[in-house]
């Protein structure tokens, strides 16, 4: 997987998004996941526009 920007407000990273996932404890539920990303990347905070992006890669990641 080539890494890319995801949130340009943070530049946040595909990688950042992984790791993050990588950090967490559980993959059960996609919003949980997202709260903790965003918790520790600051990912969405800024415009909020990547939210949806964020999901995907997080939705992505976890089907792995």
């Known amino acids: 997987m080539e890494n890319y920007t995801i949130c340009n407000c943070m530049n946040v990273t595909y990688f950042d998004v992984e790791d993050a996932l ?3 404890e559980k993959f ?3 919003q949980e996941s ?3 990303v965003q918790a520790m990347t ?3 905070t800024g415009c909020g ?3 949806d992006k964020i999901m995907d890669a997080i939705s992505e990641i976890m089907a792995r």
């Open 22 to 24: 990588n950090k967490h």
């Open 28 to 30: 059960s539920d996609v």
């Open 34 to 36: 997202f709260d903790a």
């Open 42 to 44: 600051h990912c969405s």
């Open 49 to 51: 526009g990547c939210h």
